[in-house]
Nanobody
Framework: QVQVVESGGGLVQAGGSLRLSCTAS????????MGWFRQAPGKEREGVAA???DGSTYMEDRFIISRDNAKNVVFLQMNSLKPEDTAMYYC??????????????????????WGKGTQVTISS
């Protein structure tokens, strides 16, 4: 059974940083491309970063995505945080190609497996 679990969310002041983590089990982690999404109350889900099984990356400004295949974990480093970054952050995986993953993240969805999310709140 595939499990995807996010952690690292919390309450941070504007200008601060957070590092989110996502672990996945029940699959061959190395084979999967990963994405981070977020959804704020009343807003649509949006993709913010992605990393392929080959290490290819896409990320929005102020965000850095990385992965450690030895530990089955992907990270999202978020810097210079703003109140508008407040949202539930989700990790998701796809076995599809990097190009497909990139398109899915850019189009805000369509991944194979999802975590339940971790809340990020930025105070002004």
């Amino acid at each position: 059974q595939v499990q995807v679990v996010e952690s690292g969310g919390g309450l941070v002041q504007a200008g601060g940083s957070l590092r989110l983590s996502c672990t996945a089990s029940g699959l061959t982690f190395d084979d999967y491309a990963m994405g981070w999404f977020r959804q704020a109350p009343g807003k649509e889900r949006e993709g913010v970063a992605a990393i392929g099984s080959d290490g290819s990356t896409y990320m929005e400004d102020r965000f850095i995505i990385s992965r450690d295949n030895a530990k089955n974990v992907v990270f999202l480093q978020m810097n210079s945080l703003k109140p508008e970054d407040t949202a539930m952050y989700y990790c998701a995986l796809t076995l599809d190609s990097w190009g497909s993953c990139y398109r899915r993240v850019a189009n805000n969805g369509g991944m194979d497996y999802w975590g339940k999310g971790t809340q990020v709140t930025i105070s002004s």
